[in-house]
């Protein structure tokens, strides 16, 4: 029976390394690999059909591939790239439905349900989609079924040669040449997929099975096809289950007792028999305004009168949406074809225009103008909401008064104006921490990224004002403290002294300045006037002894 939903999935097969050859525009025919890193070895992760032709592989080794192919490209891996690509295709295929859920690391589950006759059916739709992928320079393979599990295992595995009835334990363990001679000998099963099989390896293919048959579809897939780890997928062919097919009459308990829930789940999902929603991610909020200008600007005043225009238009935005802006980019395109860019930070989210105008007055004497500037672009990398602020009743001369309460924002724009002339890092605050290690008993903070401290904890416990690096003393004798000891070529008397106070490391972490292990600390007052802080280190990987960590002042 079929449920009435229709799925479309989209595998951009070569999604890492087709990036590449568009956005360097690599000439076709060129072998192009991406390399990626596995168990500390280095292997294709993604290759593009030329270098498929020259006889590489996915997962091959690089040495192999260099040794085999010389003049091929290598590329590194870019994760990041590659889901900011993705992201870029999900709001292409908003044109097909707006329910679309990305499949990292390069697929696409589409909801097609009552969406496929506004393109004159699912065939013509399918089409379409090669057509446009077609312009892209993107290999897809597709698929429509009832369930996101079926499209999912369709689009995978069309072309492919399912498993072969061979009688080795693990095929990912033989030898390709291994493989290909049992194919040639006619050990595989007739493919399920006749409608492209005569095509070649890299057209895009594409396959569609009819409502209420999903059960027939992937009857012949691999195991591979149910998203199960591939450690259960080598168990189950131990035990000479090859195929999809081949768990449809095996007994559930006992599969949940060996293999446990997931291949079961994984199983009802692609029949059909639990659901698996598509439940796209929402849009992320976006804000930037640009301005294009009829004829090139090269004065400061000119610039500075359509940045007012972008920041009222900016603000409004930012406004209605309740945030405000933390890092801002501006961006002036030039009519030599040079892009030149600044950045902005504010210490508070903002969208009040005279603020963030202020501070790209700063900024504006960075610019060249050079031959002139036809377009201004004003983006938003980095906001946080604001919320309002709300409003209490003072009384003033027994009246009830309503009052917003004053928020003083003059030290946040002092911030947001020196992060302007030296590196924001450099900005710092102190906040308290829980820890008895002097060193440890605070946080450096950037000021612009943290809040001001109001209460310092209180641990009831006397610090010095300085703190000093580990300083070695010299003592005249074994008393605890020394009567007499000699710190920065100086001789003291001791007159009076508090302690010991036992501070251990931390033993979960090897921090270099305490491998001198358990301390014994003094408060100790010498007869020139100095507070000193003296501790004595029992020795641990490092020796041990009598050392000075800071001055009471």
């Known amino acids: 029976m079929s449920s009435g939903r229709r799925i479309l999935s989209i595998w951009f097969k070569r999604l890492a390394v087709e990036r590449i050859t568009r956005q360097e525009k690599i000439p076709f025919g060129t072998p192009v690999i991406i390399k990626g890193n596995k168990k500390n070895s280095d292997i294709i992760y993604s290759l593009n059909r030329a270098a498929e032709l020259e006889g590489l592989y996915l997962e091959q080794s690089i040495n192999d591939a260099l040794a085999k192919c010389p003049n091929v490209l290598i590329r590194f891996i870019n994760l990041e790239l590659d889901s900011q690509f993705l992201n870029m295709l999900v709001r292409w295929a908003e044109k097909f439905s707006p329910w679309i859920k990305a499949e990292p690391p390069d697929g696409l589950l589409i909801d097609l349900t009552g969406c496929a006759h506004l393109f004159g059916g699912e065939e013509l739709l399918i089409q379409t989609l090669k057509r446009d992928c077609s312009k892209f320079s993107l290999t897809v393979q597709i698929s429509i079924a009832d369930t996101a599990g079926a499209a999912w295992a369709l689009s995978h595995f069309i072309g492919e040669n399912p498993a072969i009835a061979y009688t080795s ?308 004798d074994q008393n605890f403290p020394p009567k007499k000891f000699k710190w920065r070529n100086r001789f003291f008397d001791t007159s009076s002294s508090v302690g010991p106070e036992r501070i251990s490391p931390e033993w979960w972490l090897d921090d270099s300045g305490w491998r001198t292990g358990v301390r014994d600390y003094w408060r100790v007052n010498v007869k020139t006037g100095e507070r000193l802080w003296l501790y004595y280190a029992y020795g641990g990987i490092k020796n041990g002894g009598w050392f000075c960590h800071g001055d009471f002042g």
């Open 169 to 476: 334990d693990v095929i990912d363990q033989e030898a390709r040449a291994a493989r290909s001679r049992a194919v040639k000998k006619g050990y595989s099963l007739v493919n399920f997929f006749s409608n492209d099989m005569e095509e070649s390896t890299d057209v895009m293919k594409s396959f569609i099975a009819l409502p209420g048959e999903v059960r027939e579809a992937v009857a012949c897939l691999p195991l591979a096809a149910l998203r199960i780890p591939s450690n259960k997928v080598i168990d189950l062919r131990k035990l000479g289950l090859r195929y999809v097919q081949d768990l449809f009459e095996i007994p559930r308990a006992a599969l949940v007792r060996r293999f446990g829930k997931d291949i079961l789940r994984r199983l009802d999902q692609i029949l059909g028999l639990e659901s698996e929603p598509i439940s796209p991610k929402g849009t992320p909020k976006h804000f930037s305004v640009r301005l294009t200008l009829p004829e090139p600007i090269g004065l400061k005043a000119d610039l500075i009168l359509a940045l007012q225009r972008l920041v009222s238009s900016l603000c409004q935005k930012l406004k209605k949406n309740a945030v405000g802006a933390r890092i801002l980019q501006l961006q002036v395109f030039k009519i030599d074809g040079v892009t030149q860019s600044v950045y902005v930070e504010l210490a508070r989210p903002s969208f009040d225009v005279q603020r963030i105008m202020y501070l790209l007055n700063m900024k504006v004497e960075e610019i060249k103008a050079d031959f002139g500037i036809d377009l201004v672009r004003l983006e938003v990398k980095l906001f946080e909401p604001i919320f309002e602020y709300q409003y209490e009743k003072i009384p003033k001369e027994n009246n009830l008064k309503s009052k917003t309460p004053e928020v003083d924002l003059l030290l946040d724009d002092l911030l947001s104006r020196l992060a302007l002339k030296i590196n924001t890092d450099k900005i710092t605050r102190w906040h308290s921490a829980e820890s008895h290690i002097p060193e440890k008993s605070f946080l450096t903070l950037s000021a612009l990224w943290s809040e001001p401290e109001m209460e310092w904890q209180d641990h009831n416990l006397l610090r010095p004002t300085t703190v000093f690096n580990d300083e070695t003393i010299f003592v005249e």
